[in-house]
């Protein structure tokens, strides 16, 4: 078996997001210099913070093989019954609270499904979202709710001139990056991912990691609504429409595997979210059509999931068992 | 430091009826190296699985320390001090050495659930030099070669205080230097105390190491003794075995096979030929004489097949009629070149030719057109659509023949009447209907099943892999004749097996096969049990 | 009469109600009974003017379901239909429509529409079918994705504006219900010859069942997947016919909400998502349950919310039934 072309093939394979960065940054720049410029990559790194926070939550996920299409109507339902909230003249922190609670509750229900009830977690998923969505339709009235002044300054202002975006991003990566890293559950999740059954034997309780990346997906996806509601003002009838999608590429871009174990948020998950938003703002600073985004998104995404694939392949393929050795052995 | 004496007494086990451990009992004293070996189907892997905590025996009992151990999980073998390090190794590739090492324990800082790095990677360093393995704790798992994953294997074990390493068939992926580097840390792990189990086929290693030495056959300890008592010619022998229930149709190539006992005193420990019993029969197609093989014009040739990591430089012929064996022991390669010849894998070098032409590029499906027909080893992995009917899975291969026109529209009566021929050819059991799901069937008649499949494309050459594992001796019987029956037919039968004695019974000529070669090979008149065997556990032939 | 039966059997099991559950014909006695349930309660509901209503809308999802039937018995999934409706049929609308149509007037328009629709279709299939079964991705996030792509594709040509104008003949297709009843009949028979009497049908179900066994056993598996997906392809722009010709408008947002319905209708019919089981008279069993819960809820006068609430139910029932039933398969003997 020959190794080095295939090691240099994982490399290629393992790399290639960074390449697209680059490509995306050198053809975006010459197309429009203002592209470039440190203030559009503070805006790139702001917008991109809603997205990156769902992203982080669903790389928990994806990091067990699984998936979870409901954070957009998660983050929609949220979104709804803390304006709700704010439009009965509720302070601040207690719609902070409820969308708290919701994204924890939801997420409580897509673990149960997953784990209590065994629905394969792509149509359990599908179903709440449905739901999800349902629901928060019907506590908005399909209309769009304009959220008092109070909760839209919550999104603007600045912490130590800081803007809260930033903070709360920087926050939730930070937090998350050191579960994955630094504590037990973290490292079981990865264990998990490799092999759920090996996992078994070695005495971790699979069914509870399991349930835990769905709840910690729904309370994600509960903070991103929340940002994402600060920064927009509004809940309109499609807010977090498709945000699972957005999710799902960032962090397959950042390196996180559709097939579990394989994956990390800092700098990976961040960096994904950062690509796509780039890919959005360059369209737009280049007055691109806006009908092509979900194209060109769309594009990037089977790209990122066909790399994905392949590393999985030759991976597969390296880890063979050899039942001789070679003479040429060292 | 204290170190558990194990006793094992009266162990039984059948699965579905068939007797797997029959009232095995030995003891292991603290702090020795006991030697298992034994063919494969011996009772090897059973036995360590409920020691391990994997299985429940349904008789006898096990005492640690002179007090029972009944363990209901692997946890709880674990807990009692048993380790247990498996030829499929159980790390997570994607975590490095030390997070494998504590993935249930890891050190934490304040009691709080942040992992203590530096102690981590200490105490990991520190077992890793014990071991002799001079890696940093840090690096990933996946990184390592097989020898060095194997030692993190048995760090693991160290690392839980481990008082009986078991370890099973350590040797097979591993090169000269790993080998030595495994055993120079058996010593040390001896020296120290550790009680330990060591499974393999290499006897010469298991001769070096064990204290003592227990055998092994057909689920009964034959032998057991001081490593002194032992040389490799009296293991071989105890580890050959004569099952005298089983029987074994008699080749007579002029019509029914008949059944025929082998006599015990027909073959005898001490003379091994075996002497033909085939009845001189009138053959049509050959004008050979009744003793000499079938047609000389090979259907099948290799040559110098190679598939690095794999196997090396295959060649061999099959002729039609003939009923050639492939004999070896577990990891010996000869599935992969089952496969290889089938072309599931691709292979680097060599050549197969199939009734002189030559095939370059093989897939199933050209393989199949071609005239060759593959039974695999795991009939409801790869050999059965467990869900779906006996008339669809026996129908499955054969379809093709039954289009009409370009659409592909199936003549289903045709279909109907080859199915209900092809059951009654394997007397496939009458009381199951053409629609139920194969799933239902007993092992026996699953295999039949997946047998009457590849009947139906009347095969010129076929592979079967393991075609009785698993199923009762009545069965068994009737898959011999449909063999044989075969061979009688004109196709060449290429018949990977690890029973030795179902191999002499039917087989013309037998390979052995060891580590991804071709040993040895044998004409029935100089079939000799302990001269295959030999062969195949890469013990050097004797004098 | 052959004794060859296909691969849907269920095993023999002790219990009369046990057996009435894994019946293929439970689902229609659901429907049954779920009509004569609701037919106090709703107004309207057995009107000559609903049902004929009930079965316009009823017949397009039908396709769809029969099409989806393919790719589930090969234990995938294809979310990218309703885009696929949605693109063919403003593609078809491009092509044919009177006003700025390629073909606009001309007496071939209608035709050479239908064919390029159906093309397209099979085209967008054989897309799936190759990035499932050669580059190995899996099938939710490659037709997740393929649905994106082919929406946005859809609002692009168009701008987001519907198309007017499509011939009359074009539209009698759809729009009349006789010939949507033909042609959905047609194509379901077309369906239902092939799984059940062609090679390809045993070769889909084997594939379902165990791919590992059928590649040995000489079945081309990546081929017949990239067919299944082909095949559902083909019959979303079926159906996106009939949704055009009923609406006789092109239209890029045709059909969005309909997603879940298919696979609903499809798995509560009986197909499973385990791969191996599937049949088209199922599809119909499980379109007809779920546009009765669709069309009694819209008459009931619930909110869409509601209504939308209660499918993401329907879709979860459904998948419990669905390892239901796997799971009581592996156990009965």
Redesign the interface.
Known sequence: MKHAPTGALLLALNNTPLALFAGVLIAFGLLAPKFLTAANAANVLIQSAPTAIVATGMTFVLLTAGVDLSVGAIMFLGAAVAGKLALGGAPLWAAVIAIIAIGIACGTVNALLVTRLRIIAFIATLGTLYVGRGLGLRITETRAMNLPDNFVALGSSRVLGVPVPLLVLAGVLVIAHAVLRHTPFGRQVYAVGADAEVARKAGIRVPIILASVYVISGLCAAIAGLLSLAQLGAVAPTFGSQKEFAAIAAAVLGGTSLFGGRGNVLPGTLFGAVLIQSLESGLVIVNADPYLYPLVTSAIIFLAVLLDSARSAVLARLSRRRIRQEPEST | MTTPQLQFERITKAFAGVPVLREVSFDVPAGATVGLVGENGAGKSTLMNILGGNLAPDAGRMWIDDEPFAPRSPIDAARRGIAFVHQELNLFLNLTIAENLFITGFPRTAGLPWIARAELHRRTATLLAEVGLTISPRTPVERLSTGERQLVEITRALSIDARLLILDEPTTSLGARETRRLFELLARLRARGLTMIYISHTLEDVLRLSDRIVVLRDGEVVGQGARGEFDVSRLVSLMVGRSLTQLYPTRTRAGVPAARRREPSEVSAGQNAIAPTRPSAHRTEVGAEPSALPSSAPLLEVRGLSQPGVVHDISFSLTAGEVLGVFGLMGAGRSELARLLFGLEPHGAGEIRLEGRALPRITPQSAIRQGLAFLTENRRDEGLCLHASIADNIALVSLREHCRGATGWLDLDSIGRAVRRMREAVRLTPTASNSAPVKLLSGGNQQKVVLAKWLLVQPRVLILDEPTRGIDVGAKFEIYQLILGLADGGAGVLVISSEIEELLGLCDRILVMSRGEIRDELRREVFDRERILRAALHASKAA | M??????N?E?RTTSSALRLFQSEHLVLFLAAAYFLALLPFTPGLAARANLVNLLATLLPLFVLAVGQTFVLITAG?DLSVMSTVALTSVVGALVMNGDTGWLAGHPLAAPVGVVVMLALGAGVGLVNGV?VSR????P???T???M??L???A??LT??KTIYNLPAAFNALGGSIGSAAAIATGLAVLAHLTLA????G??L??VG??P?????????VAGVVTAAYAASGLFAAGASVLYTGQTETGSPVLGQRLL?DV?AATVIGGAS?FG?RGKVLWALFGVLFIKLIDNSLNLLNL???????????V??LA??LD?ARTRL??VA?
């Open positions: 052959t004794a060859l039966a296909t691969s059997h095993p999934i990035a580059l190995k991705m899996p939710f996030i490659v997740l994705t393929t994106m792509f929406s946005g594709l609002i692009w701008k987001s009497r062609t090679l390809l045993r070769w179900y084997a069942h165990n590992w066994a059928a590649g040995i056993s000489g079945v081309p879940l696979i998502l191996g909110s869409l919310f509601a209504i939308t609430m209660v499918k993401g139910g879709i979860l998948a419990l390892s398969a592996t003997a």
